[in-house]
């Protein structure tokens, strides 16, 4: 075989491996875990954004428990204080971080919600209504886009730990099983509400 023909023998050989190596999968994979934890950023900063509304209005009820809208406002400053940047995808300390904050906030938007129902003077002011309505439906988008960031890092993660392509994301990318959200503690049981 002349040097030419081995040569391009060589290059069509080696674009058959690199094309069953799972490289380009294994890349978009990755750009969909980026892309669904951008969605859970994104609902997050929409719940952030509603909250100083949402207490400026409850505030105008008179003699409204000033505790829960104090635990309102601290859980939203500590949730704003945890980073939520693309790197916290691989860090399973920094995403539980972020989950458990989160959680937080959800808690005590949470309890607002159920104190207001003894206000009624509350739950007649429209700006109220509107607030509480796109609060429910940021709390259902928050939902589906954290499940199709857990999905994304599923499928990212059997590329990650499935041959041939385990190869690949070792040797080549040192790619890593990435974490993924995990179910609260005590989320098995509903909440207790007294009042």
């Not at 993660?157 to 993924?180: E, G």
Request: proline letters at 5%; a positive charge.
């Amino acid at each position: 075989m002349k040097p030419r023909n081995r040569s391009l023998a060589w290059v069509l050989g080696l674009l058959v491996a690199i094309s069953g190596c799972g490289y380009n999968t294994i890349q978009v994979a990755d750009e969909a875990v980026k892309a669904a934890w951008g969605e859970v950023q994104n609902q997050y900063q929409r719940r952030m954004d509603l909250i100083p509304n949402l207490v400026n209005t409850v505030k105008g009820a008179a003699n409204f428990e000033k505790e829960t809208l104090e635990a309102v406002i601290q859980a939203r400053a500590s949730a704003s204080q945890v980073k939520m940047d693309p790197s916290v995808i691989d860090d399973p300390e920094a995403l539980k971080k972020v989950q458990e904050t989160q959680s937080q906030l959800g808690a005590a938007l949470g309890r607002l919600l159920v104190v207001s129902e003894r206000y009624p003077e509350l739950k007649a002011v429209a700006a109220f209504r509107d607030l509480q309505a796109q609060l429910e439906g940021t709390e259902n988008r928050i939902t589906v886009a954290r499940k199709r960031f857990v999905d994304a890092v599923q499928e990212y993660n059997k590329l990650v730990r499935s041959f041939p392509t385990n190869l690949t994301a070792r040797f080549i990318l040192n790619a890593q099983v990435r974490p993924s959200f995990e179910a609260t503690a005590g989320a098995e049981k509903p909440p207790e509400v007294k009042f």
